[in-house]
């Protein structure tokens, strides 16, 4: 086994401090369910070397993966960056299958680096993503894990609406619906549930406000209507997690109150 050197072995210290501080709030909090991410420097080959640390220390929670982004981008108009990111993309999904991870979110892609660009290639730009999105798709079900796509905010040009997503849900494809991304997007959350009710794996709950920055405000301090949200997502067969993405750990615990003062949990 290849050894660290001494930049990754920092950088893995940092993942593994993230991680512990993650699940002490998720056990001081009652919460069952959390949601690791990659986001670079913490790549696959540093997160592989510590996958039984990672393991024993995200142990008696429901973990989900999300896909990194940024660097990466499976729907990049050049080539080259496209394959490594799809490498590396399934390079993550192996290591989330080896803890013990059953659902990994993506985002389709990664398009604010040139919006005008990618905007004046649409069609080009999402048949690379559906390309790609499938591919994965196919690569996760065959290592017993769930895929599942995010909708996007208004800071990338597309795949905000549930129409985008039909080639993909028509091909078996989950979704991760993000209730802030909708609504920054002018999309009511809801639309997605209504649209697609069996094929909903994750949410990430959180709030926003229409045409703003996703800055991932707790639950109440932006335009979601959570007690009628929650009321599509009974009309479906959700089962799948629920994550509150927020900034600080003071806003999760104001959204768990908004939930509990509406008696949502």
């Known amino acids: ?120 290639f649409e069609p080009l730009a999402k ?15 065959e290592r017993g894990v769930t895929l599942a796509v995010e909708n996007l905010n208004i800071e990338e040009p597309f795949f905000h609406t549930p129409v985008e997503f039909e080639p993909l849900c028509e091909n078996g494809v989950n979704l991760t619906l993000d209730t802030a991304h909708a609504i920054i997007a002018g999309v009511n959350p809801t639309d997605f549930l209504q649209k697609f009710p069996n094929q909903i794996a994750e949410i990430h709950l959180v709030d926003g406000k229409k045409g703003k920055l996703d800055l991932h405000y707790a639950l109440g301090d932006g335009e979601l209507d959570v007690k009628s949200f929650f009321q599509a997502l009974k009309n479906t067969n959700f089962n799948g997690p629920i994550i509150l993405e927020m900034a600080t750990i003071d806003d999760v615990k104001k959204s768990l109150l908004v939930l509990k003062n509406l008696k949502l949990i």
């Open 1 to 120: 086994m290849a050894k660290l050197d001494s930049q990754q072995a920092d950088i893995l210290q940092s993942f593994l401090q993230v991680i512990k501080i993650l699940t002490a709030a998720a056990h001081s909090l009652n919460l069952k369910a959390i949601e690791l991410s990659s986001v670079s420097p913490f790549d696959s080959p540093v997160l592989v070397m510590a996958k039984d640390k990672i393991r024993t220390l995200v142990d008696n929670l429901l973990c989900t993966f999300h896909l990194p982004l940024g660097d990466f981008n499976i729907g990049a108009l050049n080539q080259g960056i496209r394959e490594v990111s799809m490498e590396e993309m399934k390079q993550l999904i192996e290591f989330s299958k080896s803890i013990g991870i059953s659902t990994i979110v993506s985002h389709p892609g990664h398009f604010q680096s040139d919006s005008r660009m990618y905007k004046m």
């Open 127 to 141: 048949k690379y993503v559906y390309e790609g999105i499938l591919n994965l798709n196919e690569f996760s079900k």
